[in-house]
């Protein structure tokens, strides 16, 4: 921190106070937020939120259901107590949790200035009102500041300085004693990735940023084509004189300006594009229907991700490229009609650009066989990893390499069709032009012409070649986008379903129940849970597995589903558990249908241990994993919750073996979990969801009779409502 900022941020909270909002009236303000923010709002509230929490440390949690009912979604910014200012100054907007001399309350975070010293906020009397960023830094960083904060103040209150330096070196010896301590900085408040793409690209200004591109590209032009017919027409006509100079070097140098404006513009653009089409293509992986991620396989994943990035880039310079392309043609179309080949010139360069096009839509076809073998290339490298150590033990080693063989075969056929098309293309483009320039210019030359009405074909000539050429480089990366797309595409269409219950216009979308609405205990003389004749087939499988299947569960039972191998349990299990949905039939949680539950409201109600072929341990720490299904970021509470559950399932010892103990890290790249300890973990990380319903599917299979005992004891006390899956 500099000095200034220092003595900006010595203030103290309270001049906050009447800037912030209750924690009562943080919905209140998270709306209030969205309509100056310009984020799209639903037209009518059908979904419940439930009341405004009294303890702090629950105020997300609810805030993100007031925002998730809002369409909207809050991202938080997890930092040290340093790095607070830091965070906020990209934080907005945001609702912070600040803490002043009423206790833990909710700024409203519009804008912080261009300077990075004061910062808009939206009072609870809903008028916008600029305070110092330092106000709102210290409000949050006193957060995490309490026993410490009482400490150094008693400390200073012995030493006699003046006001001023006291309160300085109350945040200097703050700042070293938390240095490393975290805290929620910030929640940014943001439309879900699964929204409406117009709604994302109206909160991204495309359009006038688009527009903006487009009116430098021709200014840009405009500076190009004067100093040409400048320097030209001297040249020509013999006149060269210091004037013509001077006025030739003012357009040159007036388009430099220019063009770095442009290349912002289009960088910042293309960034903020690029952002959205990976949170969108993220968020599609993580909703994709699991039996049809599964039926690609893991490698095809892989792949598909992989040509995500080729999408993007080619996209994004292909748009771009195009866009100033046309610009150009269209610059240099005009130019050729008033050379002296007029409407002749004009037809020969139009009907050369569409030769280009028939050619660069031929090359569509090359590209897709060329893509498609790399998908296929990807997808069985990865399986070929996934299975390498049985194929070590299984498979004769001359056999290893035979289909490898094949698909580089395949593939660099591919590859070579698609170089030789493409270098087809660029060589029309660029060769082809020789001719439609004469076009442009011989007339004029031909009939006598004078030197300057020449020097205009000659210029038209120049700008419809490097027009022409962009164009085609353009269209092959936009053709190529497309066909990329198209592998992509499964992803792009999950993320937007996924956000189709959050529709923003709350035109198609159903009332639904936010985990809070249904926190309280479930009454025990009602059912839990009730399966009402499901019926279940896989699209790839001629007979069903699941038919009619039924089943009432009340609050407090515990219920073991016991089958033949293929009898379809755990596919019962994925439906309880939300992973899929029923062909038809019934699923009513605490007698509403799943449909009415969001994805959130429905896991905060029941989870599951999965089979072990379904579950992982995630390279991180043992915490982490063992609270991946708890709100980030993990409370001591949370931490401490975790270590008792693992001493209860006899991993108390494991604890003590690892050198950072719950904190070391596990996974491939960590310590080694046996079988049977991470079949605990995973109970574990069940349990710690704190559900009203546990399903644990062939979960004590690795497990000796001892330790088996001891974990279905613990099972049996922490889950409320039970189903354990097990063989017969
Ligand atoms: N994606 C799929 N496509 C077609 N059939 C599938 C698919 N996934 C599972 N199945 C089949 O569905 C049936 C039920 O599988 P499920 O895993 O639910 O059985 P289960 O009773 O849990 O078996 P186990 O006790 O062996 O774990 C099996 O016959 C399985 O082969």
């Given at each position: 921190m500099t000095r200034a900022s220092e003595e900006r941020a010595?203030?103290?909270?309270?001049?906050l106070a009447g800037l912030v909002w209750p924690m009562a009236r943080g919905a209140e303000a998270l709306e209030a937020l969205a309509r100056s923010a310009g984020l799209p709002l639903p037209?009518?509230?059908?979904k419940v939120v439930g009341q405004a929490p009294t303890d702090p440390n629950r105020l997300g949690e609810w805030l993100d259901a007031a925002a998730q009912s809002q369409g909207l979604e809050l991202d938080l910014a997890y930092t040290r107590h340093g790095e607070v200012e830091k965070a906020l100054l990209r934080a907005s907007p945001a609702l912070l949790d600040v803490v002043t001399s009423e206790g833990v309350q909710v700024a409203a975070l519009l804008r912080v200035s261009a300077s990075g010293r004061t910062a808009r906020v939206i009072a609870p009397d809903e008028t916008e009102r600029d305070v110092p960023l330092a106000w709102l830094t210290s409000g949050v960083q006193a957060l995490v500041e309490g026993t410490q904060a009482s400490t150094v103040d008693r400390v200073l209150s012995r030493a006699a300085m003046p006001e001023p330096q006291r309160l300085l070196a109350r945040r200097a010896l703050l700042g070293a004693q938390l240095a490393n301590t975290h805290l929620v900085a910030s929640r940014t408040l943001r439309l879900p990735p699964g929204a409406r793409l117009v709604h994302h690209l109206k909160a991204l200004s495309t359009a006038p940023r688009l527009a903006l591109v487009l009116v430098l590209a021709i200014l840009i032009q405009v500076c190009v084509l004067s100093a040409w017919w400048l320097i030209g027409r001297g040249a020509f006509e013999g006149q060269l004189d210091h004037g013509w100079l001077w006025a030739w070097a003012l357009m040159g140098l007036t388009a430099v300006p220019l063009q770095a404006a442009l290349a912002w513009t289009q960088g910042s653009l293309a960034l903020d594009l690029s952002a959205l089409l990976r949170r969108r293509l993220l968020a599609g992986a993580l909703a994709m229907p699991v039996d049809e991620a599964k039926r690609g396989g893991i490698g095809e994943y892989v792949g598909r991700t992989f040509e995500s990035a080729g999408m993007e880039q080619m996209a994004l310079a292909g748009s771009f490229t195009s866009l100033l392309a046309v610009v150009d043609l269209t610059l240099a179309g005009s130019v050729t009609l008033s050379g002296p080949a007029g409407m002749l010139g004009l037809v020969a360069l139009g009907g050369y650009c569409v030769l280009l096009g028939v050619l660069v839509a031929r090359q569509s076809l090359l590209f897709r066989g060329w893509t498609e073998a790399r998908v296929v290339m990807t997808h069985a490298l990865i399986e070929r990893m996934l299975g390498h150590r049985t194929r070590l033990a299984q498979e004769q080693p001359s056999r290893w390499h035979e289909e490898e063989d094949q698909e580089l075969a395949r593939y660099s056929d591919a590859s070579e069709r698609w170089d030789a098309g493409t270098a087809r293309v660029t060589t029309l483009a660029r060769r082809g032009l020789l001719p439609v320039a004469i076009i442009a210019i011989l007339p004029g030359v031909l009939a006598g012409a004078n030197t300057a009405s020449i020097a205009v074909g000659v210029g038209a000539a120049l700008l419809g070649a490097r027009a022409v050429m962009s164009l085609a480089v353009g269209a092959l990366a936009l053709m190529g986008s497309r066909v990329l797309f198209s592998a992509v595409r499964p992803m792009l269409d999950a993320a937007r379903l996924s956000g189709a219950a959050g529709d923003?216009?709350?035109?198609?979308a159903a009332p639904q129940v936010t985990p809070l609405a249904a926190t309280e205990a479930p009454s025990?003389?009602?059912?839990?849970l009730e399966v009402r004749d499901v019926y279940f087939k896989h699209p790839?499988?001629?007979?069903?597995?699941?038919?009619g299947a039924s089943v009432v569960i009340h609050p407090g039972e515990r219920v073991l589903l016991e089958g033949a191998s293929g009898s379809g349990k755990s596919t019962l299990a994925s439906i309880l558990t939300g992973l899929r949905r029923q062909g038809s039939g019934v699923v009513l949680l605490r007698g509403l249908d799943?449909?009415?539950?969001?994805q959130d409201g429905w896991g905060a109600q029941i989870a599951g241990a999965p089979q072990f072929h379904e579950n992982h341990i995630i390279s991180g720490t043992l915490a982490m994993n063992l609270l991946?299904?708890?709100?980030?970021?993990?409370?001591q509470d949370d931490v401490k919750l975790a270590r008792e559950l693992c001493e209860e399932l006899g991993l108390g010892d494991l604890l003590q073996r690892m050198?950072?103990?719950?904190l070391q890290m596990v996974g491939e790249r960590g310590w080694q979990l046996s079988h049977g300890e991470q079949s605990r973990i995973f109970v574990a990380r069940a349990l710690l969801q704190r559900v009203q319903v546990v399903v644990l599917d062939e979960?004590?299979?690795?497990?000796?009779p001892v330790t088996m005992r001891k974990v279905m004891a613990c099972v049996e006390q922490r889950a409320p409502t039970l189903i354990v899956i097990a063989h017969p």
């Open positions: 010595a203030r103290p909270a309270e001049p037209r009518t509230r059908a923003q216009d709350g035109k198609d025990r003389s009602q059912a839990l790839a499988s001629p007979r069903a597995v699941l038919e799943m449909s009415t539950w969001t991946l299904g708890r709100a980030w970021p993990h409370t050198p950072a103990g719950i979960a004590f299979g690795a497990l000796d």
